[in-house]
């Protein structure tokens, strides 16, 4: 036997169990304050995959919960805050609305990193499951002191 196939023969592929991740999950915190939204939302959305796990699986949601604090202080490229807009559809004629970036980040600054983070995540019921993981505060308290969240690099 060649040694490339006993090694073969030896390997296991381990696949993660949704039962193997009950309430014992790692907490993350970001400080929004001068990040790129872009940036910010693209680690956000894979450590709420778990994607930066060694035992990743695909369809089991192995991530962990990551709280985003001062997210009226998020940073836009280029002239994204005028240009950039969120549209919503009531389904009646003329109903529809656009608000631009710059609005919604006055108005309601958490909607805007979640929305970020919603069109990253895998569009399914794990995705949505994935989603209720993320805390997002506009300033730069948050109550979920007694996790100890770790600090997320950006």
């Known amino acids: 036997m060649s040694l490339c196939l006993v090694r073969m023969v030896l390997m296991k592929t381990h696949f993660a169990r949704k039962e193997d991740y009950g309430n014992n999950r790692c907490w993350y915190h970001v400080d929004a304050s001068g990040k790129v939204l872009g940036r910010l939302a693209t680690r956000v959305a894979v ?6 796990r060694v035992d ?10 990551v709280i985003v604090t001062n997210a ?5 490229t ?4 005028k240009d950039k807009t969120y549209k919503h559809y009531s389904g009646y004629p003329g109903g529809l609305k656009e608000r631009s970036v710059e609005e919604m980040l006055r108005k309601r600054p ?3 990193i979640r929305e970020s983070v919603r069109r990253m995540l895998p569009k ?3 995705g949505k499951k994935m989603l209720k ?4 505060y506009a300033g730069p308290r948050h109550p979920h002191t007694y996790h100890k969240p770790q600090e997320l690099e950006v």
Do not use: C, N, Q, W
């Not at 450590?47 to 930066?52: E, H, S, V, W």
């Not at 990743?56 to 919960?65: I, L, S």
């Open 72 to 76: 009226r202080d998020i940073h836009l």
């Open 133 to 136: 993981k993320l805390k997002v």
């Open 56 to 65: 990743y699986t695909p369809h089991v949601d192995t991530g962990a919960f």
């Open 110 to 112: 958490e909607f805007v």
């Open 47 to 52: 450590a709420l995959m778990g994607k930066d």
């Open 78 to 81: 280029g002239s994204k805050l």
């Open 124 to 126: 399914s019921k794990l």
